[in-house]
């Protein structure tokens, strides 16, 4: 099993900066690919950005490309997403995910073995 909890959001002006902590922890959660999905009210839960487990790979949705970096450090078992310039549209809650496939990124919800309870990010315009 592998707990993950979430952290860092809360409320900011469009423009601004937040960044999201996931921590994981229990069995080899360093050997997971991570990754960030959000969702909307009403929207459906779609992903944000991917890391590998061994970080060599990144990947994010296009609505968030040049404005979000995911990035993790194994040591601590913690997976962050830098987000800056947020717009109104970010607004959802963000939620972490682990897989325990092989080493890539995966953007589906069915290819991840773990979530986390999600943290709400709110930006207003």
């Known amino acids: 099993q592998v707990q993950l909890v979430e952290s860092g959001g809360g409320l900011v002006q469009a423009g601004g900066s937040l960044r999201l902590s996931c921590a994981a922890s229990?069995?080899?959660?360093?050997?997971?690919?991570m990754a960030w999905f959000r969702q909307a009210p009403g929207k459906e839960r779609d992903f944000a950005a991917g890391?590998?487990?061994?970080?060599?790979?990144?990947d994010y949705a296009d609505s968030v490309k040049g404005r979000f970096t995911i990035a993790r450090d194994n040591a601590k078992n913690t997976v962050y997403l830098q987000m800056n310039s947020l717009k109104a549209e970010d607004t959802a809650v963000y939620y972490c995910?682990?897989?325990?496939?092989?080493?890539?990124?995966?953007?589906?919800?069915?290819?991840?073995?773990?979530w986390g309870q999600g943290t709400q990010v709110t930006v207003s315009s």
């Open positions: 890391i590998s487990w061994k970080g060599g790979s990144t």
């Open positions: 229990g069995r080899t959660s360093s050997r997971h690919n």
């Open positions: 995910a682990a897989s325990a496939g092989v080493s890539g990124i995966y953007y589906r919800i069915v290819d991840y073995d773990y």
